[in-house]
């Protein structure tokens, strides 16, 4: 678990240094790569709040765990005024009055004296120190240490995780979206060229006004899909400076030379899913509840402490007077407390801790299956987008040909105006297809990648 810690740690501090050197550059023109965006959010995003602040709590619980055999040190003062001194009473016989007077002079039968004991005004202050001896229980605590350390480094990374996931989600979106928004502006382009040649067409004659619309029609409908996905355009990148810790007025350039690669093979592994995060987080905490459950346990065992304690107190009959002469005292000493009975409570703490073990083992049986089925069906889903992309692919290449050839032929007078418009459909319908397959392909090996417990290495490694 120390190597998880360091190469979470030198994670950060590669993603905080790059950013540093690239940053600049990227937005000077380049645009950013998916590499520079997760080092941004890596050192900018807040959800890295979470991770950092999991070293944090760990400080902190680790103190706690320790406290209980640290020395304590505790200081007290007080001030008391007695409105009504209470009464000692003494039995006459005790104190030898009866034996002062002969029998039968009645002097043998002298009354108990009553006597008021104190002073009005009473101040005293007292300082004590405990050092704790022996307690069984927190010893067993102390083995908790290691399992909260290797916890709250499995928390950080799995934060490091879901910021990753985030931002390439979000990062693959604005490539998909900027690939759609260049189809488009080819396909414009190709029709603003075309319209130029039917306006002369128009002019000689030799289309009809019906033709020239129909074409002028398909020309504004591009326009008016680029317009849309402009606005897709900058929702993406904002959900992408969201995801990164940017802030949304700032201006963001993707990469142009960072265009989607897939890979063009599959992976083939057995499926594993022991590095899941989830589940180690899981494991984990069913290790410290064992703890947990021994700690509660043996806490009915008695426990030893020793203490030391020194101060003063003062008496007076005015407020005034009981400042004016300190008697001091101490006292060392060993303290055992042996639990007897309070009220079942240990008990009932016990069986509460059984029930708590015995729903994170039910949870973690529950988390097996899901993260398998998961893994099965996100490698399922993978193959199959994969053959999706490489399908769409081609007919996109396919289409692209044909539409080309339709219009340069349609152009030359040998292709009807219907020819055209069904090429040019078929070739938006291969563009629509190959970008939605673009899409799951992206996600479906992010899925796979997370599902199976290697999505740092493998965005690490891209």
Known sequence: MAKTASKINIWIGIGMGLIVSFYPFAQSGEGMSLEECLNY???????????????????????????????????????????????????????GFDQLFPPGTGGDKAEDLEIRMGSPNTNSAAIQLEQKIYDHSAIVGFKGVKGLEELSDLNAEKHIEDLMYRVSMAYYQVLVVEQQMELLNENLSQY???????????????????????????????????????????????????????????????????????????????????????LKINNKNIELQEINLSVTKYSSLPTLTAFARYGANSYGETFRESWKKF????????????????????????????????NLRAQNEILTQGSMMELTNSRTKMVEAHTSYS??????????????????????????????????????????????????MLS???????????????LKNK
Do not use: C
């Not at 000493?333 to 009932?348: A, H």
């Not at 479906?444 to 493998?458: A, H, T, W």
């Open 327 to 358: 008697h001091d005292f101490s006292a060392v000493g060993l303290r055992l407390v042996v639990p007897i009975f309070n009220g079942l409570k240990t008990n009932t703490a016990y069986h509460k801790q059984v029930i708590q073990l015995e």
């Open 192 to 278: 603003t060229e075309l319209l130029k040649i039917m306006d002369l067409r128009l002019e000689k004659g030799v289309i009809t006004p019906i033709d020239y619309n129909r074409i002028k029609v398909a020309h504004n409908n591009i326009s008016a899909q680029i317009s849309l996905m402009e606005a897709r355009a900058k929702d993406a990148k904002n959900n992408l400076k969201m995801n990164m810790g940017m802030p949304l007025d700032e201006e963001i350039k993707i990469s142009a030379k960072d265009k989607i690669v897939i890979d063009s093979s599959l992976p083939i592994e057995p499926l594993n899913i022991s590095e899941r995060l989830d």
């Open 41 to 95: 959010g890596l050192s900018n995003s807040p959800y890295m709040t979470f991770s950092k602040n999991e070293k944090e709590m760990f400080k902190y619980n680790k103190r706690d765990l320790y406290s209980s055999y640290l020395p304590s040190i505790n200081g007290n003062f007080e001030l008391t005024y007695n409105a009504k001194l209470p009464v000692t009473v003494m039995p006459a016989g005790d104190l």
């Open 444 to 458: 479906s090996r992010l899925d796979y990648e997370k599902s199976k417990g290697n999505l740092i290495n493998y």
């Open 391 to 440: 399908v769409n692919q081609d007919n996109l290449n396919l289409a692209k040909e044909v539409y080309e050839q339709t219009n340069l032929s349609y152009q030359k007078g040998a292709a009807s105006l219907s020819d055209f418009l069904n090429a040019d459909y078929s070739y938006k319908e291969a563009q629509t297809n190959y970008l939605t397959s673009l899409v799951n």
